[in-house]
């Protein structure tokens, strides 16, 4: 397959084999292509997180003071539903 790309796309291209972790142009297209997929994959995983699991990866669950569960506690639902 030939594929025709812009001049910085090129300098990048050629950075990268200058670099010497590719060998080849087409080897670091592969990489490329793969860490696209990768993070597409995530994406679309973070999509199906509910609010819960984030803000518990950010550690934000738990982290203050206070009742764990105002619902056990009768006082606090005088007038719930009303």
């Given at each position: 397959?030939?594929?025709?790309?812009?001049?910085?796309?090129q300098?990048?291209?050629?950075?990268?084999?200058?670099?010497?972790?590719?060998?080849?142009?087409e080897?670091?297209?592969?990489?490329?292509?793969?860490?696209?997929?990768?993070?597409?994959?995530?994406?679309?995983?973070?999509?199906?997180?509910?609010?819960?699991?984030?803000?518990?990866d950010?550690?934000?669950?738990?982290?203050c003071?206070?009742?764990?569960?105002?619902?056990?506690?009768?006082k606090?639902?005088?007038?719930?539903?009303?």
């Open positions: 397959m030939n594929i025709e790309v812009s001049k910085p796309t300098q990048v291209i050629e950075q990268a084999l200058l670099s010497g972790r590719f060998s080849t142009a080897a670091f297209l592969e990489a490329a292509a793969q860490a696209f997929a990768a993070r597409e994959s995530r994406v679309s995983d973070e999509e199906d997180r509910t609010a819960f699991e984030r803000f518990n950010l550690g934000a669950i738990g982290c003071e206070g009742p764990t569960d105002l619902s056990t506690n009768p606090h639902m005088d007038g719930f539903g009303r």
